[in-house]
């Protein structure tokens, strides 16, 4: 909440729980529900599962590596004049979209 300057009312209400929901994980009188994580990364995409759950790793999570050369080729198939893929397009849930071309 302090990294995206939310107040816990806020945070409830963006995440879409009950604000005494907030009160009470904060309290420590109840643990958060699988819901309740899931509510989190969903909205909050620099937040890592595994951080979130263990408190290993890093946050804000690192941006993922999307260089064209770790990706695996699926373009270059040389074993014949058959149909070749000319471009791979990715759609996802929020509307946005990655293509991968040759």
Do not use: C
């Amino acid at each position: 909440m302090d990294f995206n300057e939310l107040t816990a009312s806020m945070f409830a209400d963006k995440i879409g729980v009950q604000r005494s929901s907030i009160s009470h994980i904060l309290s420590g009188r109840n643990k958060p529900s699988l819901d309740f994580v899931l509510k989190i990364i969903s909205e909050f995409k620099d937040v890592d599962l595994y951080w979130l759950l263990n408190g290993v790793g890093s946050f804000p999570k690192k941006a993922e590596n999307k260089s064209n050369a770790s990706a695996p080729s699926l373009f270059t198939s040389e074993t014949n004049d058959e149909k070749k893929i000319q471009r791979i397009v990715v759609f996802y849930k929020d509307g946005t979209f990655e293509e991968y071309q040759k």
